[in-house]
């Protein structure tokens, strides 16, 4: 089935995957570090761009909505995570070195990975695209099909939630 893009072309979920594949991944990448996880979101992603094709869904900007669902496959699994206490959190400090200047990094990564994903999902979306793929307010904007100052907006509120949320646990850790 095809996928109708910005300038009107028409791609299969195969040419999207040849196409976006990479960019897909390397979102996938920044959330999520274990490399099962990552493939299984991958896939996933590929396969509900598939199935909106057969349902006849139209989607004018594959590169977004690819980007956006595995973003949302990420948060699905960090809020699954979060609600299974007994499993086994899939982030392991020791398989991700911390930078030499900071031997707390991978702790503070992973409860910033965690505070993320509680956001609502614009927020967290706004979040993660800024500081860990490094995107401009514009560039984030022009995928989500908001405007710039909505999506500053929406990247405030979230670093002033996990500043807060941060904090709170920081301060009692040096106690």
Same mark, same amino acid.
């Given at each position: ?6 300038s009107?072309?028409?791609d ?8 976006h594949?990479?960019?897909?991944m390397q979102? +996938?990448?920044?959330?999520v570090?274990v ?5 299984? +979101? ?22 977004a909505w690819?980007c ?9 699994l960090?809020r ?5 206490p007994d ?8 398989q ?7 031997p ?8 910033i ?11 967290a979306?706004?979040? +993660?695209m800024r500081?860990f793929e ?8 022009d ?6 100052a909505a ?10 939630? +996990? ?9 009692e850790?040096?106690?």
């Open positions: 089935m095809p996928t109708a893009d910005a009107g072309s028409e299969t979920t195969e040419e999207m995957l040849e196409r594949g990479p960019l897909v979102v +996938i990448w920044n959330l570090p490399a099962d996880d990552a493939r299984d +979101i991958f896939q996933d992603t590929f396969l509900q761009h598939y199935l909106a094709m057969r349902q006849g869904r139209s989607i004018h900007n594959p590169r690819l956006q669902t595995a973003r949302h496959g990420a948060f699905r960090f699954a995570r979060q609600s299974a499993r086994a959190s899939s982030w392991d400090a020791d991700h070195p911390a930078p030499a200047t900071d707390d990094h991978p702790l503070l990564l992973a409860r990975r965690t505070v993320a994903a509680s956001l609502p999902d614009r927020q979306q706004v979040f +993660i500081h490094h995107l401009s307010f514009a560039e984030i904007a995928q989500l099909g908001c405007s710039a999506a500053r907006a929406s990247g405030y509120k979230a670093l002033q939630r +996990i500043r807060s949320l941060l904090g709170d646990k920081t301060e850790s040096h106690v």
